[in-house]
């Protein structure tokens, strides 16, 4: 099976600090990988250069999305061409509100237009499923927004762009057991469509525990020193990744 992101050799810099080094990476098309590492290993900053973000420099490597060379691409053609990710923590837009934000983005995704009332209809059952309540889509984006809130408030925007990859950063940050919860049935839900894939970094293994998890990738320094199956997840819980960093 050909994968849907191919990351070879990638390194990347940040403000001409070396970040990322000879990052090699492929995420199998209806699977779920796990990002582990420790803080300050250079996760945040992988997700953020397959989104296409301009603070970050690559200097070496490609990537390749679904057949397509994904560094000569803008963000906003790579969220066309299916690419989402969230933040650990989201920004607050006064001013524009949280269905305002959804349908444009969905529409943008899709070169489409939607009626107004088919389109809160579509998001009312996906809110029950997130513990929201429809008045939410009547507020600023994220603005007053408690921390499990906004985290919520990216899962809808996830499970209504049906992305072909979803990277999902610390989504699991400062959230309670009951939200984890909430949260960990929306990504659930996202995966049951056999053409989603899912890229969850973390430090934090909370939100893995009600997934199926189909490779694990640990990184540290910049560097992707170990990867295995879903069992590297519990040994990193036994002994930390200690154990993996002097490995080659």
Not at 197 to 214: K, N, P, Q
Request: charged letters at 20%.
């Amino acid at each position: 099976m050909s994968a849907l992101l191919s990351v070879c050799n990638l390194s990347v810099q940040i403000n001409e600090q070396p970040i990322l080094h000879h990052i090699h990476l492929e995420l199998a098309p209806g699977k779920v990988h796990v990002l582990m590492g420790p803080n300050g290993a250079g996760k945040s900053t992988l997700g953020n250069v397959i989104m296409g973000n301009p603070a970050c420099s690559v200097t070496e490597g490609s990537m390749f999305f679904n057949g397509s060379d994904l560094l000569g691409l803008s963000v906003d053609q790579r969220a066309k061409a299916g690419i989402f990710l969230s933040f650990q923590n989201p920004l607050e837009v006064p001013g524009i509100s949280l269905f305002s934000f959804l349908k444009s983005a969905y529409e943008l995704t899709r070169d489409t237009h939607v009626r107004l009332w088919q389109f809160r209809k579509q998001l009312s059952a996906t809110l029950g499923d997130l513990a929201l309540d429809e008045s939410y889509l009547d507020r600023d984006l994220n603005v007053g927004f408690s921390g499990g809130e906004k985290k919520k408030a990216e899962i809808l925007q996830m499970l209504t762009l049906s992305p072909k990859l979803a990277i999902l950063d610390e989504t699991d940050s400062g959230l309670d057991v009951d939200a984890v919860r909430t949260v960990s049935h929306g990504i659930a839900r996202y995966m049951e469509d056999a053409g989603h894939t899912l890229l969850i970094i973390t430090h934090s293994t909370r939100i893995l525990e009600s997934l199926h998890v189909d490779r694990v990738h640990i990184l540290a320094e910049g560097h992707i020193v170990h990867e295995g199956d879903a069992s590297l997840i519990d040994d990193v819980n036994a002994h930390g990744f200690e154990r993996y960093l002097s490995r080659e």
